[in-house]
């Protein structure tokens, strides 16, 4: 595989230094790493993109290398940042390490092969270093000017109030240097001779060439590959949803709303993230988006997107399990008793979720339970409660109501505390008797 060209007709190409596609196509493997910041202990979809870089690479043939920043991720990389970051102490940095590489075993093939997947941590070659040591070694190849000259430099120290801009201080602006020795430590020690990530990295990822180039007395080349940034067609960077970052540990962002993330995809994203986030071919994209354009109400984009990266983030149990909450609770049939709680519980994340004394709902009718027991939050009143259940609009646990003097100690609970009452077609509220 030739990886330039797949990162290209897939969307993922950015920019690279001169020399780096002669550099891809020699003969025997290289050495090329992208670094991933620690101070969660999760990745999120945002790396995502950067991991699938490393993907390709490997799958072009050559050696995929992790960094993870024990020690850049002490300070902070100002790079797309107004404000400095809070710092972490080294037991939280090292939690979440643990966590990172755990995440990435996912995605790539480690073993003792040539083109075997590494992770580092440069705590772990910086920890011992002392400060006038890294002055004298490293700090007098590169002049303030050099530095200065970097864009997320130049942003923050330009910036003013009205901008956002907080300023740098000396410990970010000393970062660059930090990572561009990552490059020369990584190029001496194990042969790395390409540093790869998002566009807003290119200027950390050139120092690092420079330092090299510099350190060895002119004689050290190494290349330098930056990938698109995950936007938005409005230009927002894509990751979030209501409720918050997309991370890829299911204890954070559970597999249900992971893969309704997807699923909500709008149409005029969904072609360049199956793109960058799937290992389809591009054959099989063009099918799929030919498939989806005869009736774009059936989402095939988004449900072979959804389908892939689930799978490979989670796993194959996980998009099953997904897919029939979805089917459960979107109107195409199914069994609510099979939901594990959960799976009940994510499904329902960022809608209403109503709770009630039980003491109080045991002598209650289903009335007085959807209207004043619930604080009017999904009926105004007992009467309105009569009207949609008359109407046949209203159902608990699946099953529609046909009386609203049901007693609610007659409804089957689920996981026997929950009730799902479904108002006309998609209002969806979870009852939960405390």
């Known amino acids: 595989m030739d990886l330039l060209e797949e990162l290209r007709w897939r969307g993922m190409f950015h920019d690279m230094m001169p020399g780096t596609d002669e550099h891809l196509r020699q003969n025997a493997p290289i050495t090329g790493y992208i670094g991933f910041d620690p101070t969660a202990s999760s990745l999120h ?26 020690a850049t991720g002490m300070i902070g990389d100002p790079s797309g940042k107004s404000a400095e970051r809070n710092l972490l102490d080294e037991e939280a940095l090292r939690r979440n390490q643990a966590g ?88 001496k020690e194990l042969g790395t001779t390409l540093q790869m990530g998002a566009s807003d990295q290119w200027g950390n990822i050139t120092t690092g060439t420079e330092l090299i180039r510099r350190m060895s007395n002119g004689e050290g080349k190494a290349y330098a590959l930056t990938g698109q940034l995950i936007t938005k067609a409005d230009g ?61 109400g059936l989402k095939t984009l988004q449900k072979a997107l959804a389908k892939d990266v689930t799978i490979r983030v989670h796993s194959e149990a996980a998009y099953e399990a997904a897919v029939a909450a979805s089917e459960v609770l979107f109107g195409k049939g199914g069994d609510l008793t099979t939901l594990s709680e959960q799976t009940l519980r994510d499904a329902f994340a960022g809608l209403p979720h109503l709770q009630v004394p039980r003491t109080d709902a045991a ?67 979870l009852v939960e008797l405390v």
């Open 363 to 429: 002598d209650l009718n289903v009335a007085v339970l959807l209207s004043d027991a619930t604080e009017k939050q999904i009926l105004s009143s007992r009467g309105e409660v009569r009207k949609l259940v008359q109407s046949n609009g209203l159902s608990v646990n699946g099953t529609k109501l046909t009386s609203s003097e049901t007693p609610v100690a007659d409804l089957a609970l689920l996981h026997d505390k929950y009730l799902v009452v479904k108002k006309g077609k998609k209002e969806y509220f």
């Open 236 to 296: 927002t960077k894509y990751g979030k949803s209501e409720t918050g970052t997309v991370w890829l540990d299911p204890t954070m962002t559970s597999p249900y709303q992971f893969y309704q993330f997807f699923l909500r995809a709008e149409d005029v994203d969904a072609p360049r993230l199956i793109r960058v986030f799937t290992l389809l071919t591009e054959e099989e994209i063009k099918a799929i988006e030919a498939e989806h354009a005869q009736n774009p």
């Open 45 to 70: 979809i945002g790396n995502l993109a950067t991991i699938m870089l490393l993907v390709h690479l490997q799958r072009a043939g050559h050696r995929p290398l992790a960094l993870v920043g024990g």
């Open 100 to 187: 990172i590489r755990a995440q990435l075993e996912k995605f790539l093939v480690f073993d003792d092969s040539p083109t075997g997947a590494k992770v580092v941590n440069n705590y772990d070659w910086f920890k011992d270093f002392g400060f006038l040591q890294f002055l004298r070694e490293v700090g007098k190849h590169l002049t303030v000017n050099y530095m200065m000259a970097k864009d997320s430099v130049k942003r923050r120290i330009s910036g003013n109030e009205d901008s956002g801009a907080e300023g740098l201080s000396y410990t970010e602006f000393s970062y660059q240097l930090l990572q561009g020795y990552d490059f020369f430590h990584l190029y």
